[in-house]
């Protein structure tokens, strides 16, 4: 295998070099990271897994690299798409079995998130369409303007597949078990699970989200 070795540059990155040549997305991009702990681990998934083979870890490496302002602005409102949508905002019937399980793995995440935002949040035991404070869509916006390109695509890509801010974010700033978090965004598959029985095809697609998700947590931590 070519060697593959770390390289800084003059904007103080850390650039990944093949050979005599810098690693690139399939756009032709270069690679870098923010800092050289990171740059290793990078090359020790390149020396694990095959670069040209389909892999979750590329696609999220590659897809961060190739944000340009365009696609930023892009990223940043499907993001804010989920402001007033957050599946924790949104309860069973009051007093029902599910409620309950939801309040014992939501409420810390919503107690955690008020606390380090200084914000209070609306929940409702309903469908309806609920709309938070003003200030809240402008603190959301300023903590997205501040992510790196590694922060911002492990965001997307947690809140696309969580339909929730308040749990990516705390997931993206605080070190949790991925059993803990996949607990909290799989309440109501699980619940159904309980009370009708395991559906083969369900289940399946359930493994399958649980996998992608776990892919997503694992690419985070090459950056913590």
């Known amino acids: 295998m070519t060697r593959l070795e770390v390289k800084k540059n003059k904007n103080e990155e850390y650039l990944i070099f093949k050979g005599k040549s810098p690693l ?5 991009n ?13 090359i020790c998934e390149i020396k694990k897994n095959n670069l040209e083979k389909e892999n979750n870890f590329f696609n999220f490496l590659f897809y961060s ?35 309950s399980i939801q309040k014992k793995f939501w409420d810390p995440f919503i107690k955690y998130y008020e606390e ?9 035991n309903s469908i309806m369409p ?10 959301i916006k300023k903590i997205l303007k501040s992510l790196n390109k590694y922060d911002i695509t492990v965001l997307f890509f947690l809140v696309e597949l969580t339909n929730s801010i308040v749990i ?12 803990q978090i996949w607990k909290a965004i799989s309440i109501e598959e699980k619940y159904n699970e309980k009370k009708w029985g395991i559906d083969q095809e369900a289940n399946q697609k359930l493994l399958l989200k ?15």
């Open 30 to 42: 270069q690679i870098s990271t923010y800092n050289l702990k990171s740059a290793k681990k990078i």
């Open 116 to 124: 380090s935002f200084n914000i209070k949040l609306k929940v409702c």
């Open 65 to 99: 690299n190739d944000i340009d302002n365009k696609q930023r602005i892009i990223i940043e409102k499907n993001i804010t798409k989920f402001t007033d949508t957050d599946l924790v905002f949104y309860r069973a019937n009051s007093g029902s079995e599910l409620e």
């Open 168 to 179: 990516s974010f705390i997931v993206l700033n605080k070190n949790m078990s991925i059993d």
């Open 130 to 139: 609920i709309k938070q404070i003003d200030s809240y869509y402008k603190k």
């Open 24 to 28: 690139k997305t399939k756009m032709g």
């Open 210 to 224: 649980k996998k992608f998700f776990t892919d997503i947590i694992n690419f985070k931590n090459i950056f913590k």
